[in-house]
């Protein structure tokens, strides 16, 4: 009786919060227990707790029980070295520079679901430590965070609602979330120990328009329909070490994002804010973690459209906008530092190179193109994938993520 009742309860502690002076109480009273009085106890607590899990009415459970895992440490010092794959494409061994790496990629691929629209489906492949390469996945969508240690995934095809948080090193899943909205997207935190996932009420990646054979159509592969709204809902917070899963509902701004049905949440460089993304200047709307409109955070500038920090790591230097060439210029003075022959700065590697989109040849075809490491006064350029052609169907997109 009493290893059944263990087990019992050590199956319960994952569903209900049981108060955690529960045995202090009991104790307190200081009674003589017998047989049979035990097994009174015990009747009288699947009685108790079989009302409180009816009452919290299955899978609409909006927060999960407190039940979470330790996340492995982040390796320290990082890794700073340079690692190319130039003659495969995608990658078949790890891409990265500096303190960055190309943590996961996806293809896409359009799909007709309608006579005028089609669909975007991403097939994500992930980081592997054990092997150095890049492992093919079926999650709808993956995030690894810093340290290239554990990656968030989202069971699913193109949404879904079971979120998982995988050991990179082991391959084994540390913990699955079930959510009452499907997400479409995950981001960790930059301390590695929250996620933001953004919960949408149908698959926001749906264009006007079917690709031709060659892969081209009316509109950017990854340019959603003008005529639709976005249906994003709103966020969770998943905290992972504490094993909870908040939702905030937040619909999308369509006054500002009239072109842009997928409208993902992503940190502030700090992670004490999210933002929205917005087409229009100044790119970004902030909110608090719990949903209400804030300044934007002062003295933060990013890449245009990432969650990346366009300052150096030592605050000297800012990266400039798309443009051949691309600038670099000085916090301080606002003189320019240098200049690149490149589309666009994407990421700082350290203080003196920038990871970028470069293009081949003369860039006589700017959707020719690749990842490149480049010296801030743009003598020195590194390619470190191959050339590929942006326009085609099923063309690959790096992630890049702290190392």
């Known amino acids: 009786m009493t290893r059944m009742l263990r087990d019992t309860l050590e199956n319960w502690a994952g569903e209900v919060r049981v108060p955690h002076d529960m045995a202090d109480r009991a104790l307190r009273r200081r009674v003589r227990w017998t047989p049979v009085m035990a097994s009174a ?25 407190a039940s979470g895992v330790t996340l492995p440490a982040r390796p320290s010092p990082a890794p700073t070295d340079v690692r190319a794959d130039t003659e495969n494409s995608p990658p078949a061994r790890l891409v ?37 390469g890049y492992e093919s996945t079926s999650f709808a969508w993956v995030d690894v965070a810093p340290g290239l240690q554990v990656a968030a995934v989202v069971q699913g095809e193109l949404m ?38 953004t919960a949408y009420s149908s698959y926001p990646d749906v264009l006007d328009g079917v690709s031709a054979p060659d892969g081209t159509s009316g509109h ?46 992503g940190w502030s460089l700090d992670g004490s804010l999210i933002w929205a993304p917005l087409v229009v200047e100044p790119g970004k709307v902030f909110y608090t973690l719990d949903g209400r409109k804030h300044a934007a955070p002062e003295g933060e500038r990013y890449v245009w459209g ?19 060439p691309t600038k670099i210029t000085n916090v301080a003075t606002g003189e320019v530092a240098g200049q690149q022959n490149v589309l666009r700065l994407q990421a700082w590697a350290d203080d003196d190179n920038v990871l970028a ?15 490149v490491l480049v010296s801030v006064d743009g003598r020195r350029l590194t390619q470190l994938t191959p050339y590929r052609n942006t326009q085609d169907d099923g063309t690959w997109h790096w992630v890049l993520t702290p190392r």
Request: glycine fraction near 10%; charged fraction near 20%; include cysteine.
């Open 220 to 265: 950017r592969v990854d340019q959603a329909s003008p005529s639709r709204t976005s249906p994003r809902t709103g966020y969770y917070i998943v905290d992972v070490e504490a094993g909870t899963a908040d939702f905030h509902p937040l619909p999308a701004d369509d006054a500002d994002n009239r072109f842009n049905a997928r409208q993902d949440f």
């Open 160 to 197: 879904g609602r079971r979120l998982g948080i995988m050991d990179m090193n082991t391959r084994e899943y540390l913990k699955w979330f079930d959510l009452e909205h499907s997400v479409a997207s995950v981001a960790w935190s930059p301390d590695g120990t929250k996620i933001l996932a």
């Open 96 to 132: 990265a520079a500096g303190r960055m790496a190309v943590s996961a990629y996806y293809t896409t691929h359009q799909e007709k679901i309608a006579e005028d629209r089609s669909q975007l489906r991403r097939t994500w492949s992930l980081y592997e430590p054990s092997t150095g």
């Open 41 to 65: 106890l015990a009747l009288g607590l699947v009685a108790a707790l079989t009302l409180v899990v009816s009452d919290l009415g299955g899978p609409e459970l909006t927060v999960r029980p």
């Open 357 to 371: 989109l470069g293009c081949a040849g003369q860039c006589e075809n700017e959707y020719n193109n690749g990842l």
């Open 306 to 324: 990432t969650g990346h920090s366009a300052t150096s790591p030592d605050g000297r230097l800012l990266l400039g906008p798309d443009g051949m």
